[in-house]
């Protein structure tokens, strides 16, 4: 059971690292909310795993809170940061 946890933790950490650099600043420049989400659906869901008795129930429960709460963080992010200037420069 022990063993089984870090899996699952180790996999997740790996995913969110590799997810998060996937989106990058050329594409979106203001992408808090995408990353926000992604990593609040990823942590609720095994939050809500190791939580109870539930085991899949939990982790669907904690993958939505954590989702509504990333993004709604990422949001607020999103909005507290000035947009882009264009420079001009080579097009």
Same mark, same amino acid.
């Given at each position: 059971?022990?063993?089984?946890? %870090?899996?699952?933790?180790?996999? !997740? !950490? !790996?995913?969110?690292?590799l %997810?998060t ?7 979106? @420049?203001?992408? =808090? ?7 609040? =659906? %990823? ?8 939580t109870g008795?539930?085991?899949?129930? $939990? =982790? ?12 709604? %963080?990422? !949001?607020?992010?999103? $909005?507290?940061? @000035? ?9």
């Amino acid at each position: 059971m022990k063993r089984s946890i %870090l899996n699952i933790i180790l996999i !997740s !950490s !790996s995913s969110i690292a590799l %997810l998060t650099g996937c989106t990058g600043q050329e594409v979106a @420049p203001n992408n =808090a909310t995408q990353t926000g989400a992604a990593t609040g =659906a %990823l942590a609720g869901a095994v939050i809500g795993y190791n939580t109870g008795s539930g085991g899949g129930g $939990n =982790a669907a429960v904690g993958a939505l809170i954590g989702t509504a709460v990333g993004a709604g %963080l990422g !949001s607020a992010i999103d $909005n507290s940061n @000035p947009e882009p200037v264009e420079t001009g420069g080579w097009q």
